[in-house]
C-alpha cells in the first residue's frame, strides 16, 4: 500500500514555470511506476506523463512533451512534475499515481493508488 500526496500546485501566470512533487509513504515506493494526471475544469481526468519505477523511462502526452518533465527520487520516495512555459490551458487539478504492473501509460484504471491532487491555475 502508498499513499501519495502532491504539492507544489498554485497560482502563476502564463509563461511561468511551477515544480509540482508527489510524496509517497511506504518502503515500496520504488517498485511502482508513476504517472501524473490532470483534470480541467469540466473535463475528464487526462494523461500528462509517467515514469518507470527506476526512472529510467518515461513517457509524455503528445502535446505536452518538451514543456513538461517528470522525474523520480526514489531515495526521496518523491516524483516531480515540472513545467515551464505554462499556458492558461494548462489550469488543472493534477493528480499523481501509482502503478503496481509496471504500468505508466494513459490508462486511469492501470494505476492503482491516487493522490488528492493540487490546484494549478494559469493566469492570461
Known amino acids: 500500500q502508498v499513499q501519495l500526496v502532491e504539492s507544489g500546485g498554485g497560482l502563476v501566470q502564463a509563461g511561468g514555470s511551477l515544480r509540482l512533487s508527489c510524496a509517497a509513504s511506504?518502503?515500496?515506493?520504488?517498485?511502482?511506476?508513476m504517472g501524473w494526471f490532470r483534470q480541467p475544469p469540466g473535463k475528464e481526468r487526462e494523461f500528462v506523463a509517467g515514469?518507470?519505477?527506476?526512472?529510467?523511462?518515461?513517457n509524455y502526452a503528445g502535446s505536452l512533451k518538451g514543456r513538461f518533465t517528470i522525474s523520480r527520487d526514489n531515495a526521496k520516495n518523491t516524483v516531480y512534475l515540472q513545467m515551464s512555459s505554462l499556458k492558461p490551458e494548462d489550469t488543472a487539478v493534477y493528480y499523481c499515481?501509482?502503478?503496481?504492473?509496471?504500468?505508466?501509460?494513459?490508462?486511469?484504471?492501470?494505476?492503482?493508488?491516487w493522490g488528492q491532487g493540487t490546484q494549478v491555475t494559469v493566469s492570461s
Open positions: 511506504g518502503r515500496t515506493f520504488s517498485t511502482y511506476a
Open positions: 499515481a501509482a502503478s503496481a504492473k509496471g504500468y505508466f501509460g494513459v490508462r486511469r484504471s492501470n494505476y492503482d493508488h
Open positions: 515514469v518507470t519505477s527506476s526512472g529510467g523511462t518515461t
